[in-house]
């Protein structure tokens, strides 16, 4: 099955500095990459997402990659804010028409922004 | 548009009860699908429901079952709770081909 792997598991970043969080995936089947973000006693929401037939997309101050090649995918959150101070899970699926998928996390990033 | 509601938000059981916990997926949403979340094993995957039909299953013992109905509602129970088995508990829904999974709230439950 799929395994994925999310790198690093703790980021202290200072407030306006970028920060990258790397995701590896085993599975080339794999087609679909979304990003979750959970605040402290929150659900995972959706941040952004990444399907295998492109190579980055971005939005606002968020932007993911995708090497298919590699197998990795990147989150890049740029003029960071104390707001985006959270977990966040990379996950992986493959998304076939009409069937139903399962998402698998990796273990998470805890992103701090200090002031 | 109403969100995906789980029911109930805590729940405190006692070694070897049973459990059931409800799932109300986003409306028109057909895939459900459910995920343990533990501080020490992260988000593992229990299984996913598509048009009442479980489509996957994680690595999770006979002790955990679940169900979706025609409104694409979806229960899981656990019986025999163990210790464990303390946990959040997280449905998603989709449309089931497109991503896009939204989660729910979870909900708490607590095994002592």
């Known amino acids: 099955g799929e395994n994925v792997e999310q790198h690093p598991s703790t980021l202290s970043v200072q407030e306006g500095d970028s920060a990258v969080i790397k995701c590896t995936y085993s599975?080339?089947?794999?087609?679909?990459f979304p990003w979750y973000k959970q605040e402290l006693g929150k659900r995972p929401q959706l941040i952004i997402d990444?399907?295998?037939?492109?190579g980055e997309k971005k939005d606002q101050r968020i932007a993911v990659t995708l090497n298919k090649t590699a197998k990795h995918f990147s989150l890049h959150i740029t003029e960071t804010q104390p707001e985006d101070s959270a977990v966040y899970f990379c996950?992986?699926?493959?998304?076939?028409?009409?069937?139903?998928?399962?998402?698998?996390f990796g273990t998470g990033t805890r992103l701090q922004v200090t002031l | 548009k109403a969100g995906v509601t789980q029911t109930p938000r805590y729940l405190i059981k006692t070694r070897g009860q049973q459990v059931t916990l409800s799932c109300s997926p986003i409306?028109?949403?057909?895939?459900v699908s459910w995920y343990q979340q533990t501080p020490g094993q992260g988000l593992q995957f229990l299984f996913e429901?598509?048009?009442?039909?479980?489509?996957n299953k994680g690595n999770f013992p006979g002790r955990f079952s679940g169900r979706q109905f025609s409104n694409s509602r979806s229960e899981m129970n656990v019986s025999t709770l163990e210790l464990g088995d303390s946990a959040l508990y997280l449905c998603?829904?989709?449309?089931?081909?497109?991503?896009?999974?939204?989660f729910g709230s979870g909900t708490r439950l607590t095994v002592v």
């Open positions: 599975d080339s089947a794999s087609n679909y």
């Open positions: 409306s028109g949403h057909r895939s």
């Open positions: 429901y598509f048009s009442e039909t479980q489509r």
């Open positions: 998603a829904s989709s449309l089931g081909q497109g991503g896009g999974y939204t």
């Open positions: 996950a992986a699926t493959t998304l076939n028409t009409g069937t139903a998928s399962k998402l698998t």
């Open positions: 990444i399907r295998s037939n492109v």
